[in-house]
Each structure stands twice: as structure tokens, then as C-alpha cells.
């Protein structure tokens, strides 16, 4: 029984990181969108603006 626990919390820890490093990938998307948006808006405003 022991070392069934064992396995079992090893698989828990497992998850847990793996949940990890998706929240990571998930914020660092997040963040790349944000600065794809912020982009778009500045090419499109500067098709508006008169250069000299």
C-alpha cells in the first residue's frame, strides 16, 4: 500500500507540473497577443497619419 501511495503521488506531482507549465505557455500567449494587438493598431493609425 505504501508504495502504491508513492506512485500515486509521484503521478500527483506529475500533473501538478505538467498544469504548470501550461498556466506558463498560456500566460506567455497571453502576452504575445497583447503585443500583436498593440502592433495592428499602430500600423493601422499610421496609415492614417501624413508623413512628411
Keep these: 500500500m505504501h508504495s ?6 509521484a503521478h500527483q506531482s506529475d500533473i501538478n507540473n505538467l498544469y504548470t507549465v501550461v498556466h506558463q505557455l498560456d500566460a506567455r500567449m497571453e502576452r504575445i497577443e497583447n503585443r500583436l494587438e498593440l502592433r495592428e493598431f499602430q500600423e493601422a493609425q499610421a ?6
Design 4 to 9: 502504491m501511495r508513492l506512485n500515486i503521488q
Design 47 to 52: 496609415r492614417f497619419e501624413q508623413h512628411p
